[in-house]
């Protein structure tokens, strides 16, 4: 069974925050996010990534087309504003600035999921810098 985890606590700096498939009985782990020594897809031993704490990650699992062939078409349909406002309000609590609005728009968002690297991933479970980089990488002005 695979496991989706982020790992918030490493003697390695740069594994703080990043995001990873775990599975533990073929003792690998593949790297869906990471600040950097590691790429998207990349695929590590266990033993690897050192001792470290992590928080699991909710995981859907897709089935296959039984045919080749095809094109997929990702459509967004979220305003940009959204995902800002959601960021400004967890900023602001977790600078214990917060009012009840920021609270509740939060709470209403709770189950807001997006995709990254073709996992689902609730927005409110990423880091901030995590929802950063999600904001400019998905939101473009032109094609």
């Not at 695979?2 to 740069?14: F, H, L, Y």
């Not at 695929?43 to 001792?51: A, K, M, N, P």
Request: aromatic share 4%; glycine share 6%; net charge negative.
């Amino acid at each position: 069974m695979v496991t989706g985890i982020q790992i918030t606590q490493s003697a390695t700096a740069s594994l703080v925050g990043s995001i990873w498939l775990i599975d533990k009985q073929a003792q690998q782990a593949r790297c869906l996010a990471a600040k950097d020594q590691y790429e998207a897809d990349q695929t590590v031993s266990l033993d690897q990534l050192g001792e470290f704490e992590y928080r699991e990650l909710p995981v859907e699992g897709q089935t296959t087309a039984g045919r080749e062939g095809g094109q997929h078409l990702n459509v967004n349909v979220l305003k940009r504003e959204v995902l800002e406002q959601l960021m400004a309000a967890r900023e602001r609590v977790e600078a214990g600035a917060a009012n009840d609005d920021d609270h509740a728009l939060i709470a209403d968002n709770a189950q807001l999921t997006i995709r990254v690297s073709g996992y689902a991933v609730r927005f409110n479970a990423l880091t901030l810098e995590q929802q950063k980089d999600v904001i400019t990488r998905t939101f473009t002005q032109s094609m």
